[in-house]
């Protein structure tokens, strides 16, 4: 495992990355084993060799975004040409994306490359030395594809470079920086609605409410969970077991503070105005659904009652 930053410089990832990273991996894969239902069965390699081939391959781009003091945001990403002869990226594309980019975001810089893979390792540093010259300091974002379904934090891992003294010769080595995942509305928008996407096989409207409930269920025990850690080290802490930390203890004041009043007439109030107006709702929907219904009997009651009076029997009462 790499060993812990010590630059001091605050990540933050937009979900948009990710998003990009997992879209440019899913694409090359299904480039390189296609369905089964889409190849022909004469000339293609067996199942194994398709296997084998998208395990091992990797995808490749540049992450942009802004710094702003010791701040380092990144907002988006896009897609590089790695030449598969000399493992080095195709500078040509680069610099003409960059230009572009340029020309749309003009606030946004270069400020690092991004791959896929369980793990960085050597071959990685070439890449990373080759994007110096654009970033004297570039990050490494390294998104692991492997599903790991144990697994609760985010398959991502932001590294930075720093000069450690090996043998007596200062070498660039990967060090693990920390991140924070920094949202704007319109990202929540659309991360929502990918997660509300209908399922490619044709799932049911039970399917897609047990998937989002689940979801729900999932957020609510994970904030139970995070809330119960939270109030056994205040309690703690009260009890002189750890230290006090006033930096903390104010960060969990102000969270309170930000809290809506629940103890409140003008809140009670509110709620139970509101609580009437759903059950006045579900009441009239009850009231029209079953005059509805009847409406339905009565019209078949006529409907069977006039056939008869045409035959001779009895006539409608009503």
């Known amino acids: 495992m790499a060993p812990s930053s010590s630059s001091g410089l605050t990540f933050k990832l937009h979900p948009l990355v990710m998003l990009n990273i997992s879209d440019h991996f899913t694409r090359v894969k299904t480039q390189l084993n296609p369905p089964a239902s889409s190849c022909a069965t004469g000339n293609n390699p067996s199942t194994g060799d398709a296997t084998t081939l998208t395990q091992d391959f990797r995808v490749y781009g540049c992450v942009i975004g802004a710094q702003k003091g010791r701040t380092v945001e990144i907002f988006n990403s896009f897609e590089l040409l790695l030449d598969p002869t000399t493992d080095t990226l195709d500078r040509s594309f680069l610099e003409k994306k960059q230009e572009l980019y340029q020309k749309v975001f003009p606030n946004y810089y270069i400020l690092g490359w991004y791959s896929t893979g369980s793990d960085a390792n050597e071959s990685d540093m070439s890449i990373h030395k080759a994007l110096m010259d654009i970033n004297e300091s570039p990050v ?51 991360v929502d609605h990918v997660a509300h996407l209908k399922p490619s096989d044709g799932g049911s409207a ?93 019209d078949k009651f006529n409907t069977a009652y006039e056939r008869n009076s045409r035959r001779g029997g009895r006539t409608p009462f009503m």
């Open 140 to 190: 490494y974002v390294l998104l692991n594809p492997a599903i790991n379904h144990a697994q609760k934090d985010l398959p991502v891992t932001i590294y930075e470079s720093e000069f450690h003294v090996i043998d007596g010769i200062p070498q660039p080595i990967f060090v693990n920086a920390s991140y924070t995942i920094e949202t704007v509305e319109a990202e929540r928008i659309s």
């Open 206 to 298: 039970a399917t897609q409410l047990a998937a989002h409930l689940t979801g729900i269920h999932s957020a609510i025990k994970m904030l139970n969970s995070r809330i119960r850690v939270l109030h056994q080290y205040l309690g703690a802490m009260q009890k002189g077991d750890i230290p006090c930390d006033n930096s903390l203890l104010r960060q969990v004041a102000s969270l309170l503070r930000s809290l809506p009043a629940a103890q409140s007439e003008k809140f009670e109030e509110d709620f139970l105005m509101e609580y009437n107006d759903k059950l006045l709702m579900s009441y009239l929907a009850m009231i029209t659904n079953c005059t509805s219904n009847m409406n339905e009997v009565v």
